[in-house]
């Protein structure tokens, strides 16, 4: 089981509210991280407990990806917010999280992954880490021309 940790930064041109907004609507990953659908249980998504489930990758080969929010808080007076969700398997356990707060006339995106991945041995965790960076990476593109367009 590899052990796999990485932080992405992002900057927005928008308010970290509307960045907020359209992190913690789970099923809006849909139309900005390439190959994903997600499932999203009952209630407010932002309720601690609550869980939904990401599969992202082509059919069959797409990975499964249980969550649990644990925390996820707007803060009306800072206008920041801060999330992170418990991994629930099967392959990957662990937290991820992030933060967005304004930054000028714009919001900074900090995500971060802490999770082990099944099935892969912990010599690749520094590559599979890498990939797994760079794709939260073109997510945060792929948010920005969402937000651009909505």
Not at 56 to 75: A, F, I, Q
Not at 97 to 122: A, C, H
């Amino acid at each position: 089981m590899a052990r796999i940790t990485f932080d992405v930064h992002h900057r927005f041109d928008h308010d970290a509210r509307l960045v907020w907004e359209d992190l913690v609507d789970w099923k809006r990953h849909e139309n900005w991280i390439p190959m994903t659908r997600v499932k999203v249980g009952d209630g407010d998504p932002t309720d601690v407990g609550h869980e939904f489930t990401a599969w992202t990758g082509p059919g069959p080969l797409s990975l499964e990806d249980r969550m649990r929010v644990t925390k996820c808080d707007w803060d009306d007076a800072t206008s920041s917010g801060d999330c992170t969700v418990q991994k629930l398997g099967p392959v990957l356990d662990g937290e991820a999280g992030f933060t967005v707060k304004p930054d000028g006339d714009g919001s900074v995106l900090d995500w971060f992954e802490d999770v082990s991945i099944r099935f892969v041995p912990q010599f690749l965790a520094p590559i599979v880490g890498k990939i797994g960076a760079a794709g939260f990476k073109q997510g945060m593109k792929g948010l920005a021309k969402h937000l651009a367009t909505a």
